[in-house]
């Protein structure tokens, strides 16, 4: 098990939320330790991408996209739950992959979705600005758990409609016939 570095977010977001399926959350709550496998993920990026955040430029809300790689950005949405996306490609360049789905043991309705999965993990807005890469509360690991090309499905985003041309790119990113997915 070895946990993600910088650089490994550091790269193309396209490339960076295809490789996150197979790897693992680690979330350390108190005296427990939460884990679970990404089977699903939707990458975010650039000011030009109408679905993210940072088409709207930097705000208050979004300057953590526009921070190092590697970053946790958590976000609240319809009032009511958190997603988890942890940020990608160089400094001052916004952009984030989210993490949609993750697959735990036993039941795959847990965390089949980002509200469902902060839920699980008890992710909410006090973890915002994290480094995933040093953190001893929230991140990510490789435990050499190999995802085939042939087995990644690339769809379009969930619930992104009002992003005009952007609604239509296929950045959505799930193993194949994986349970625990979301939307298939």
């Not at 570095?5 to 193309?12: P, T």
């Not at 996150?20 to 991408?49: C, N």
């Not at 006090?126 to 995802?147: A, F, P, Q, V, Y």
Request: charged fraction near 30%.
């Amino acid at each position: 098990m070895k946990k993600l570095d910088r650089g490994f977010f550091n790269r193309n977001t396209l490339k960076v939320a295809q490789e996150l399926l197979g790897k693992f959350i680690v979330r350390r709550y108190g005296k427990k330790i939460i884990t679970g496998k990404v089977v699903e993920t939707e990458a975010y990026m650039g000011p030009l991408d109408l679905a993210s955040h940072a088409s709207r430029g930097k705000t208050p809300r979004t300057e953590i996209m526009f921070g190092k790689p590697g970053i946790a950005y958590i976000y609240l949405i319809y009032g009511m739950y958190y997603c988890f996306n942890v940020v990608t490609e160089k400094k001052s360049y916004p952009a984030a992959v989210l993490i949609r789905a993750i697959e735990t043991s036993g039941n795959e309705k847990l965390a089949n979705g980002p509200g469902k999965l902060c839920y699980f993990f008890k992710i909410d807005k006090l973890l915002n600005g994290e480094d995933t890469t040093t953190s001893k509360k929230l991140w990510l690991e490789d435990r050499r758990e190999k995802i085939k090309k042939s087995e990644i499905i690339a769809r379009k985003r969930i619930g992104v409609d009002y992003a005009q041309h952007s609604q239509h790119y296929l950045w959505r990113f799930y193993i194949k016939d994986n349970l625990c997915v979301s939307k298939r």
